[in-house]
């Protein structure tokens, strides 16, 4: 595996995906830059390879395909095909399984949680009003 290559700062790391790992399978996303609220991974499929079925208990999960062609199969039969910036959402007890259709590596971000959304808690520092126009 290659070694970890993340930057931090007070209240910050900064990292890739690349940087935290090399072949095929997991990238421990949350270990890397120590991410202590949601659980978050990325995974590297390559061609032709399909993951088995599963299911969790508590957490909802957010697919996010960066790279590649992924296929995500449910329990009641069906499948979807996503494209960079595909998404899907899953709750924790449905069934999924994943593969790659493509003739490269299918590269996705799986973001998982239990309990909700915080709500819109940003605010803008003293004196730097780009923030107030949306951007």
């Known amino acids: 595996m290659a070694s ?16 935290i790992g090399d072949g095929p399978g ?3 996303i949350r270990r ?3 991410v202590e609220h949601f659980g978050v991974n990325a995974i590297i499929l390559p ?5 088995g079925f599963h ?5 909802q999960e957010l697919y996010v395909v960066l790279s590649g062609t992924l296929e995500i199969r449910f329990g009641d039969g ?27 590596d299918a590269v996705y971000v799986i973001v998982g949680a239990k309990d909700g959304y915080v709500g819109r808690d940003a ?5 730097d009003e780009r923030v107030r126009s949306g951007l």
């Open 55 to 59: 299911f969790h208990d508590e957490q």
């Open 47 to 51: 061609p032709g390879a399909e993951t």
């Open 78 to 104: 069906s499948s979807h095909r996503l494209e960079p910036g595909g998404l899907a959402r899953v709750d924790a007890a449905t069934h999924r399984q994943f593969h790659n259709p493509g003739d490269v």
């Open 123 to 127: 605010h803008v520092p003293e004196g």
């Open 4 to 19: 970890t290559s993340v930057t931090g700062g007070d209240g910050y790391a900064v990292g890739s995906i690349d940087g």
């Open 26 to 28: 997991f990238r421990k």
């Open 32 to 34: 890397a830059l120590g």
